[in-house]
């Protein structure tokens, strides 16, 4: 009742005040701010949770293609074409496809933006296009890089590693404990038929090229003159066109074991 007193004021009694009074004393809240402090809370709540789902949709995603047990061609968004090997992959956020994370086998037609190089990474290496077609090759203890065409930067990421530049018709090998790759003295072009589907031989002795061959559609071959050498390219759709082409071009018979 004092605290009704206390703010009676002549001619009228100031109710508002005289109750905020009473409620402060006994530790009630009044009712219009329990409801603000809810729903400020419920408000929040909202706010964080669209939030976390903005960030859902609108991060980049990762993309992955794969090739299981036969090559598999991918056209990537910037005009680079990869070609994979069976049971190899690359990845890439959904928003850049310039910068390729592969495990495996692969070929790459790049196509060359200057201001936007491509690169190829893992966790022991990084490649950069300078304008390429090239094949890297991994295992579990070593990298291969072969350039076809154009040129290509190839390093490690251990901590102090330098990088190689190489050019078409060159290949390097980093071993896993390297932190320099190593330029390879003996490049094989060839090794890339199975994505480019072409043969490319420049002086090669024959039995080389025969070897080539050989390998390649699992036959063996032989020649009644071993000593020549082929300067040539071929398409790789038909072993007996290859071979009549050979035969006329060098004046030798070829001919397939078995047959």
């Not at 966790?123 to 950069?128: A, E, G, L, P, S």
């Not at 071959?221 to 006329?248: G, P």
Request: a neutral charge.
């Amino acid at each position: 009742m004092k605290y009704v007193i206390h703010y009676y004021k002549e001619g009228r009694l100031d109710t508002r005040k005289a109750l905020a009074k009473v409620r402060s004393r006994v530790g009630l809240q009044p009712v219009g701010r329990v409801r603000y402090l809810r729903w400020a809370a419920i408000a929040a709540s909202v706010v964080v949770l669209v939030g976390i789902a903005a960030y859902a949709l609108l991060a980049p995603s990762t993309v992955t293609l794969t090739a299981e047990a036969t090559p598999q061609v991918y056209h990537l968004t910037d005009g680079t074409v990869v070609t994979l090997a069976p049971h190899s992959s690359v990845s890439y956020a959904s928003d850049d496809c310039r910068h390729v994370r592969l495990t495996g086998k692969a070929f790459f037609d790049i196509h060359h933006d200057s201001a936007n190089p491509f690169t190829i990474t893992d966790d022991r290496y990084t490649i950069r296009d300078i304008g390429t077609r090239l094949q890297v090759e991994e295992t579990e203890t070593m990298t291969r890089l072969t350039v076809v065409e154009g040129a290509a930067s190839f390093g490690s990421t251990r901590t102090g590693g330098k990088a190689v530049a190489l050019k078409a018709g060159m290949s390097a090998v980093l071993g896993n404990d390297d932190s320099t790759p190593r330029m390879d003295s003996r490049t094989d072009v060839n090794t890339t038929v199975w994505a480019t589907h072409q043969f490319h031989f420049d002086d090669t002795p024959l039995p080389e090229v025969l070897s080539t061959l050989s390998s390649y559609y699992h036959v063996r071959l032989t020649a009644s003159d071993t000593s020549k050498r082929l300067t040539a390219d071929f398409d790789a759709d038909s072993l007996d066109s290859i071979i009549v082409l050979i035969s006329q071009t060098l004046g030798v018979r070829i001919t397939i074991v078995g047959d």
